[in-house]
Each structure stands twice: as C-alpha cells, then as structure tokens.
C-alpha cells in the first residue's frame, strides 16, 4: 500500500480548494432571483472605496496598474436601478467581494444619464450619458474589465449573483480571460453535468422541435426569441414560475416565434442565420454563459438584443414592448429607444 504524507494531502488539499473557492457555484437563493426591480425611491450610494476620479479612463487606468492592480472595472449604473442596488448592497455588501474587488481593480463609476466629462481611452471626450450608449450599456448595472494593457478582458451586462460575481472577478484578476472563455471557465468550475431535455421548464408558446430557425432566405413574418436554458436551474424555474406568469409578460409572446433549447445539448439547430450545428455549439459560438439567457432576432434573422443576466418583470416587460411593437425597425439601439420613453413620459 502507497503512503500518503498528511501533510502533503492537507497542503493539496488547501491549494485545491484556493483554485476552485471562486469558481465553484454554491446552492442558490431566492433573494438573487425574486426581488422587485422596478426603479427606487432611494438613490444609490457608491462604497466609499469606489474611485474618485476626474473621469479619464486612460489615467485611472494608469494609476491602478501603478498601484499594483490588475486592471480597472468601469461601472455603469444608475442611482435608482433596483439590478444596481443588488450589485452593491448584496454583492458587494460582501466582505470576500468587496476585499478582493479593492486587492486587484480600481472601479470607476459611470452614471449613464450623467453628463460629466468623460476622457475614453482613444481620448475622445464624451458626456457620461453618450459613453454609455457608446459602450452599448443596455442594461444597468454593466461593468467592463479593463485589463493593464487596456484591453476588454469581460464585459458584464446586468446583474449576477454573487457565486458568478466572484468567479468573474477571478476570471480576469487570475488572467484566464487570455486562454478560455468566461463561459468554459464557469463550466469548468461548476463541473458541469449535461442534463435531460424535460428538466427544462415548458411553456405553451414553444415551437416543438425540430429547431429549423433559419431565416436568411425566406423572412418570417415575427421576430424570434431563443431561450438557452439547462436542468437544475433555479433561476429558470423562477422565470417560469414568477415571472412568465404575469399576464404584462406572457401576452408579448403572442405575436413572437419562441423556441427553447438545453445550452448544454447535442441537439442539431439551425440558427436564424442558416449555420447547422448544435444548442450547445451555438450558445458556445454566441458567448452565452448564464441561464436563463433570452436572445431576440428579427424576421431576417439578425440579433437584436438579449438578456442574458437576472431579469426581473419591469425589465422584461420594457424588453418585450421593444421587440412585440418592432420599434427595432426604426430605433436598432434598445438604449437609445429607452431614453426616448423615459423622455415622452417625462
């Protein structure tokens, strides 16, 4: 029989748990999924460790790989944004977060209504408000990772919970943004295991297979919503079970095609491109990392928008009465057509 130093399995042991301590997922909670995201009476308030800066990326970049850093997070928020409140309070309200957020990155905070000067990396000078429609902020809270060359490591759009928050931050502080991608890299952690097709939530207004979704010669004549889903998710049962339940929500997907797939299957599809391949290949190929994710694609067959963070009914409804009334088709920019309805309400 070999004989196995103590000593030697115990450091093992410790160095195993060190990699895998932010990557690994652990058991959900209802309070990161069922939270009322509509916008808040009380402002946001930043952390008092969020950089205060005179908002030239270029500097502040400069100034945190000077001090040791990583890289930058630029956070774009809003001071009444319910997914912004969570990000703040509820994950960086964590100590472990928060610690190792402020060890390895300086956060810049972006308001995208703001109208303070903004110095971007190519030097262009900007209001807050216009760069974050020209970083393409759909959804609040976004951050990107700048790593200490300047370069995107990880774009994040919306609000996660704190086991992928963590991993995201491990992801580029860890530098393994420069060989896998965010989503082998959370698979990788989370061990994933490849699930049935009928653990998967079923709603009526689901096209049944086989997944023809080719659009590119002959246009149809509603745009399409894809959901990338897998088994044992909490987070699709609670949109399934919560959120598709709202009548405000459901009655869009009455004049959509909608067809569900299992992100991590074999199952052939052809995209509304007209490419053959797989679910899983095709979420691989468009980046997709959370589920439930929802992407949206015109009657050609060209993306339009997706969700593919935590989503909530004030959130979904507002994407949903952009896609149902083809607003698309004269505001391409979601951000720019919602700036347009905050302003006719105001």
């Not at 699930?195 to 096209?207: G, I, M, V």
């Not at 992407?295 to 952009?322: K, P, W």
Request: with cysteine; proline share 5%; charged share 25%.
């Amino acid at each position: 029989m070999r004989h196995i130093n103590p000593i030697t399995a115990i450091l093992s042991a410790m160095l195993w748990l060190a990699a895998c301590s932010l990557a690994a997922a652990p058991p959900e909670v209802d309070n990161a999924y069922s939270f009322d995201d509509y916008p808040l009476e009380d402002p946001l308030v930043y952390p008092d460790w969020f950089k205060k800066s005179f908002l030239d990326i270029g500097e502040d970049l400069a100034e945190a790989v000077d001090a040791g850093k990583q890289g930058l997070m630029v956070y774009f928020g809003q001071k009444r944004c319910a997914y912004c409140h969570k990000l703040i309070n509820d994950n960086f309200g964590l100590s472990d977060i928060a610690e190792y957020t402020r060890r390895h990155f300086d956060v810049v905070p972006i308001d995208i209504w703001g109208v303070d000067e903004v110095t971007n990396l190519a030097g262009d000078v900007l209001t807050e408000r216009d760069y974050a429609l020209a970083e393409d902020t759909n959804f609040t809270p976004s951050i990107i990772f700048l790593d200490a060359e300047g370069k995107q490591a990880l774009r994040l759009r919306g609000y996660y919970p704190p086991y992928q928050f963590r991993a995201a931050l491990e992801y580029v502080a860890g530098g393994h943004y420069v060989k896998e991608s965010f989503r082998d890299y959370l698979a990788r952690g989370e061990n994933r295991m490849v699930f049935e097709a009928d653990d998967l939530n079923e709603e009526d207004f689901f096209s049944p297979p086989p997944f023809n979704l080719d659009r590119s010669r002959l246009t149809s004549e509603h745009p399409l919503a894809v959901f990338f889903e897998q088994g044992d998710c909490h987070a699709c049962d609670i949109l399934h079970g919560q959120v598709l339940r709202e009548r405000a929500i459901s009655q869009h997907f009455d004049v959509l095609d909608s067809v569900q797939l299992d992100m991590w299957s074999g199952k052939p599809v052809i995209t509304p491109g007209g490419k053959r391949t797989t679910a899983r290949q095709w979420a691989a190929d468009l980046g997709l990392f959370y589920a439930p994710s929802v992407i949206f694609f015109d009657e050609s067959g060209q993306e339009i928008l997706r969700v593919a963070s935590v989503v909530r009914i004030y959130r979904l409804r507002n994407v949903l009465s952009y896609i149902s009334s083809k607003d698309y088709l004269t505001e391409p920019s979601y951000q720019k057509w919602r700036v347009k309805q905050i302003e006719r309400r105001l």
